[in-house]
């Protein structure tokens, strides 16, 4: 498993930086959006964290992540949505 992580990983690396998931439609990053899915974050702290920095959910892949990070479902938003960074 952790071999798996790790070729992922140095995959991540070769990427463009325009296929990351920050770019993806998929990808959901509002502070507000994460406070409303995420029950209980604002109790801890806040969509808004500066420890958060651009992380958010993949809505394909449901799980939490890395602005950064990539992934073969990578789909490039519509000129007529918006992102959120």
């Known amino acids: 498993m952790y071999k798996a992580l790790l070729r992922r990983k140095l995959t991540l ?6 296929m990351r998931c920050i770019y993806c439609t998929h990808f959901r990053n509002s502070p ?3 406070e409303q899915e995420i029950k209980g ?4 702290s806040s969509g808004h ?3 958060r920095k ?3 959910i ?3 892949n449901d799980v939490y992540l890395s602005a950064r990070d990539w992934c ?7 000129s007529n949505d918006i ?3």
Do not use: I, M, W
Request: charged fraction near 30%; proline fraction near 6%; aromatic fraction near 6%.
């Open 41 to 44: 974050l604002n109790t801890l």
């Open 72 to 78: 073969e479902k990578f789909e490039r938003p519509d």
């Open 49 to 51: 964290a500066s420890v």
């Open 32 to 34: 507000d959006y994460l």
């Open 13 to 18: 690396h070769e990427q463009p930086g325009n």
């Open 58 to 60: 993949c809505l394909k």
């Open 54 to 56: 651009d992380d958010g």
């Open 83 to 85: 992102l959120t960074a």
